[in-house]
């Protein structure tokens, strides 16, 4: 099983970024799937998440601004985001589970994360 995140940047307050996580090696309408970050200094936190029958769940901070959505056809995962600010500066990883829920240990398998940096 292979995670790929992609779709990482420097932007400037207010910006949007999407990425994108392609899959292989798994199942992939079967698996809910997420978006984790981690700041530097601090641990990593859940970011949005989506389940197999597409309902989805969001971290507050990022309710409103943030939207997570995936395309079973290309076996991908994406996390649009927009009004980004200095704060949602992290390195992203997306995950995958046979089921959703706040915490890492839910999830089975990780991509590799890529940066997104936002200025002020």
């Known amino acids: 099983v292979q995670l790929q995140a992609s779709g990482g940047g420097l932007v400037q307050a207010g910006g949007s970024l999407r990425l994108s996580c392609t899959t292989s090696g798994l199942t992939f309408s079967r698996y809910s799937m997420a978006w984790f970050r981690q700041a530097p200094g601090k641990e990593r936190e859940f970011v949005a998440a989506?389940?197999?029958?597409?309902?989805?769940f969001y971290e507050d901070s990022v309710e409103g601004r943030f939207t997570i959505s995936r395309d079973n056809a290309k076996n991908t995962l994406y996390l649009q985001m927009d009004s980004l600010r200095p704060e949602d500066t992290a390195v992203y990883f997306c995950a995958a589970g046979r089921f959703v829920g706040l915490l890492e240990n839910v999830y089975e398998y990780w991509g590799q994360g890529t940066q997104v940096t936002v200025s002020s």
């Open positions: 989506i389940r197999w029958n597409r309902n989805t």
